[in-house]
C-alpha cells in the first residue's frame, strides 16, 4: 500500500528549525563551559570501621585554588570531608570549610587547579528566562537539563539547631533535577552561574538558592571564617496588615505580628511583648519576616538598635542591643 500524502510528516519552517538549532547551541555551549567546574561529590563520614559513604551531591568550582560552593544538606552536620570527581575523571579529597544551613550553602576546599564557574546575578533574572541545570543525579557525573525560570521570589524554609529563617527569592525551575543535583549550577544562556540548585519540589519543579548579593556575603564569609554570624533578636512573629490610623505617606502598608518572645532574647530583655506590631528596625521598615532577617546582619551584634512599635494603637520606641544567633 503507497503512502498517502498526508502521511509524510510535515515540512519543517526553516525559521523554526533554525530556532531549535539556536536553542540546542546555547545549551550545548554552557555544558561545554559548566561541566569541567561542576564535581560529584561522595559524602564519607568516620566510623569504628573506617570511613563509609552517607551522602552525594554536586558542587561547583569558585576559584583555581581549591574553594567549591555546594548545598549546606549535602554535606550534613555530622562529616567534615568525602571526595569529588571531576568531568575529567580526576578524583580529590575535600574538606568542609564551613557550612550555613539557614542558607542551604557550604565552601569546600580541595586542591589547586580547578575550573572555576564565573557567577552571575540572580536579580537580573526574568521569569520565561532560559536556564541550564548541571549537576550528578543518582551519580551520574555530568547530567545537563534544561528549562526555564518558572517563577521568581520563591521562599524556602530553613532550620539551624533552634533558630529558623526563611530563604527568600528562591528561583523555580521546569529544568529536570533529581537527587545527587542538589549543589549543582543553574546557569543563564552566557554560563554564568546564578544558582545552586537545592530542592526537587514535585514533577517539574525544581528550586535553586539564588547567587545575589545576600549569597555573595554568605559565600565570602564562609570562605573567610568558615561560618556566618547574624544578629538575634529572639521573636517569632508573621506579617499581617498595619492598621489604617497607623499609615502614613510612603510607608509600607503590612508590618510584623510578634507571636512569640524567646524567653531571656534581646527582644525579652527589652520589652517587646506578643501582640506588638514591629513597624521599622532603626528606621527601615519591616513589612515582612525577610525584611527583618536582612537587618539582622553581623554588624548589628552588641549594638543598641531603635526598634518601632505599634502597641494597642500607640507608638513605642525601644531600644535592645542584638545578640549572636547561635
Given at each position: 500500500?503507497?503512502?498517502?500524502?498526508?502521511?509524510?510528516?510535515?515540512?519543517?519552517?526553516?525559521?523554526?528549525?533554525?530556532?531549535?538549532?539556536?536553542?540546542?547551541?546555547?545549551?550545548?555551549?554552557?555544558?561545554?563551559?559548566?561541566?569541567?567546574?561542576?564535581?560529584?561529590?561522595?559524602?564519607?563520614?568516620?566510623?569504628?570501621?573506617?570511613?563509609?559513604?552517607?551522602?552525594?551531591?554536586?558542587?561547583?568550582?569558585?576559584?583555581?585554588?581549591?574553594?567549591?560552593?555546594?548545598?549546606?544538606?549535602?554535606?550534613?552536620?555530622?562529616?567534615?570531608?568525602?571526595?569529588?570527581?571531576?568531568?575529567?575523571?580526576?578524583?580529590?579529597?575535600?574538606?568542609?570549610?564551613?557550612?550555613?544551613?539557614?542558607?542551604?550553602?557550604?565552601?569546600?576546599?580541595?586542591?589547586?587547579?580547578?575550573?572555576?564557574?564565573?557567577?552571575?546575578?540572580?536579580?537580573?533574572?526574568?521569569?520565561?528566562?532560559?536556564?541550564?541545570?548541571?549537576?550528578?543525579?543518582?551519580?551520574?557525573?555530568?547530567?545537563?537539563?534544561?528549562?526555564?525560570?518558572?517563577?521568581?521570589?520563591?521562599?524556602?524554609?530553613?532550620?539551624?539547631?533552634?533558630?529558623?529563617?526563611?530563604?527568600?527569592?528562591?528561583?523555580?525551575?521546569?529544568?529536570?533535577?533529581?537527587?545527587?543535583s542538589s549543589g549543582g549550577a543553574l546557569a543563564d544562556s552566557r554560563g554564568r552561574v546564578v544558582g545552586i540548585n537545592t530542592a526537587v519540589a514535585g514533577v517539574g519543579l525544581g528550586l535553586?538558592?539564588?547567587?545575589?548579593?545576600?549569597?555573595?556575603?554568605?559565600?565570602?564569609?564562609?570562605?573567610?571564617?568558615?561560618?556566618?554570624?547574624?544578629?538575634?533578636?529572639?521573636?517569632?512573629?508573621?506579617?499581617?496588615?498595619?492598621?489604617?490610623?497607623?499609615?502614613?505617606?510612603?510607608?509600607?502598608?503590612?508590618?510584623?505580628?510578634?507571636?512569640?518572645?524567646?524567653?531571656?532574647?534581646?527582644?525579652?530583655?527589652?520589652?517587646?511583648?506578643?501582640?506588638?506590631?514591629?513597624?521599622?528596625?532603626?528606621?527601615?521598615?519591616?513589612?515582612?519576616?525577610?525584611?527583618?532577617?536582612r537587618l539582622m546582619v553581623a554588624e548589628l551584634i552588641g549594638s543598641p538598635v531603635k526598634v518601632h512599635l505599634l502597641r494597642a494603637g500607640r507608638r513605642v520606641e525601644l531600644e535592645l542591643?542584638?545578640?549572636?544567633?547561635?
Amino acid at each position: 500500500m503507497r503512502a498517502g500524502a498526508t502521511d509524510w510528516p510535515a515540512p519543517v519552517d526553516p525559521a523554526e528549525e533554525e530556532a531549535l538549532d539556536t536553542y540546542s547551541r546555547v545549551v550545548a555551549g554552557v555544558a561545554d563551559r559548566l561541566t569541567p567546574s561542576v564535581a560529584s561529590l561522595r559524602v564519607m563520614r568516620r566510623t569504628r570501621g573506617g570511613q563509609v559513604p552517607v551522602g552525594a551531591g554536586s558542587a561547583v568550582a569558585l576559584t583555581p585554588d581549591g574553594f567549591l560552593l555546594t548545598s549546606a544538606h549535602v554535606v550534613g552536620g555530622s562529616t567534615n570531608r568525602g571526595r569529588a570527581t571531576f568531568s575529567d575523571g580526576r578524583e580529590e579529597r575535600f574538606e568542609v570549610l564551613g557550612r550555613d544551613p539557614l542558607s542551604d550553602l557550604a565552601v569546600l576546599r580541595t586542591t589547586e587547579g580547578l575550573s572555576p564557574a564565573q557567577l552571575g546575578d540572580a536579580e537580573r533574572l526574568r521569569v520565561g528566562q532560559l536556564v541550564v541545570a548541571i549537576g550528578n543525579p543518582h551519580g551520574l557525573g555530568g547530567s545537563v537539563t534544561a528549562g526555564v525560570v518558572s517563577a521568581l521570589g520563591r521562599s524556602l524554609p530553613a532550620r539551624s539547631r533552634r533558630a529558623g529563617r526563611i530563604i527568600d527569592n528562591v528561583i523555580q525551575t521546569d529544568a529536570a533535577l533529581n537527587p545527587g543535583s542538589s549543589g549543582g549550577a543553574l546557569a543563564d544562556s552566557r554560563g554564568r552561574v546564578v544558582g545552586i540548585n537545592t530542592a526537587v519540589a514535585g514533577v517539574g519543579l525544581g528550586l535553586a538558592v539564588p547567587i545575589n548579593e545576600s549569597t555573595q556575603r554568605v559565600i565570602g564569609a564562609l570562605m573567610a571564617d568558615g561560618r556566618v554570624r547574624r544578629a538575634y533578636l529572639g521573636i517569632a512573629g508573621g506579617p499581617r496588615p498595619l492598621p489604617p490610623q497607623a499609615r502614613t505617606l510612603g510607608r509600607a502598608t503590612s508590618c510584623i505580628e510578634v507571636v512569640e518572645v524567646v524567653s531571656g532574647s534581646p527582644a525579652d530583655r527589652a520589652g517587646i511583648r506578643p501582640e506588638d506590631l514591629i513597624l521599622a528596625v532603626n528606621g527601615t521598615p519591616t513589612g515582612r519576616v525577610e525584611d527583618l532577617q536582612r537587618l539582622m546582619v553581623a554588624e548589628l551584634i552588641g549594638s543598641p538598635v531603635k526598634v518601632h512599635l505599634l502597641r494597642a494603637g500607640r507608638r513605642v520606641e525601644l531600644e535592645l542591643i542584638p545578640a549572636e544567633l547561635e
